[in-house]
Structures are given as structure tokens and as C-alpha cells.
């Protein structure tokens, strides 16, 4: 069985940091994209960055200069570091993984259950 948790959500003030990590565990023979979703009340589910196993970056134009994402291959981690936040980025943040198990030929994409961020304005 393999899951993603994240921690790292919490309270903050408006300009304020949050770093978010999603840690992958399980029989896990490779991990291709990681990503970072968030879904606010009464909102789609949206993309707000992803990166590649090589370290390649994409970022959603709302989080671009204020968002980082990288990721740790060895430890099967993900992060997401969110400066100069907005009381607009307040939302639930998931994390998903495009990763192939031991003893499978195919990827299959896993969700963690979500962290809570909020920015208080």
C-alpha cells in the first residue's frame, strides 16, 4: 500500500510563510510528477505546482514568485514553500504523486488527505 501525508498547514497572517512537505511511503518502485493542488470553499481543485523527477518546475500564474516547490527523491518528499502569502491562497492543500509500485509496470496517481492552510487578512 503506499500514501501520501502532508504536514506543514496552519495559521498565518497575510505576508506571512508556510512550508508544506508530503512525504510518500509504501512499496514505491519510482515517482515521476509530484504536484501541489489546493481547493478552496466553493471552489475547483487547482494545480499550483508541480516538478519533475529531473527537478523541472511549473507553477500556476497566481503563485509564481511567491511559491517554491522542489523535492527530495531519496527521502520520497515533496515541499512547498509559500511566501508572502495572500489571504486568496487560504484553501486545502493536497499533494499527488504519479509513481509506479514494486512489481508494477504502470504509474497510478495517489492523493494525500489535504492540509489546511489559512491566511488571515
Known amino acids: 500500500q503506499v500514501q501520501l501525508v502532508e504536514s506543514g498547514g496552519g495559521l498565518v497572517q497575510a505576508g506571512g510563510s508556510l512550508r508544506l512537505s508530503c512525504a510518500a511511503s509504501?512499496?514505491?518502485?519510482?515517482?515521476?510528477?509530484m504536484r501541489w493542488y489546493r481547493q478552496a470553499p466553493g471552489k475547483q481543485r487547482e494545480l499550483v505546482a508541480a516538478?519533475?523527477?529531473?527537478?523541472?518546475?511549473n507553477y500556476a500564474d497566481s503563485v509564481k514568485g511567491r511559491f517554491t516547490i522542489s523535492r527530495d527523491n531519496a527521502r520520497n518528499t515533496v515541499y512547498l514553500q509559500m511566501n508572502s502569502l495572500k489571504a486568496e491562497d487560504t484553501a486545502v492543500y493536497y499533494c499527488?504523486?504519479?509513481?509506479?509500485?514494486?512489481?508494477?509496470?504502470?504509474?497510478?496517481?495517489?492523493w494525500g488527505q489535504g492540509t489546511q492552510v489559512t491566511v488571515s487578512s
Open positions: 516538478i519533475t523527477s529531473g527537478g523541472s518546475t
Open positions: 499527488n504523486a504519479d509513481l509506479q509500485r514494486v512489481g508494477e509496470r504502470f504509474l497510478f496517481m495517489c
Open positions: 509504501g512499496s514505491i518502485f519510482s515517482i515521476n510528477y
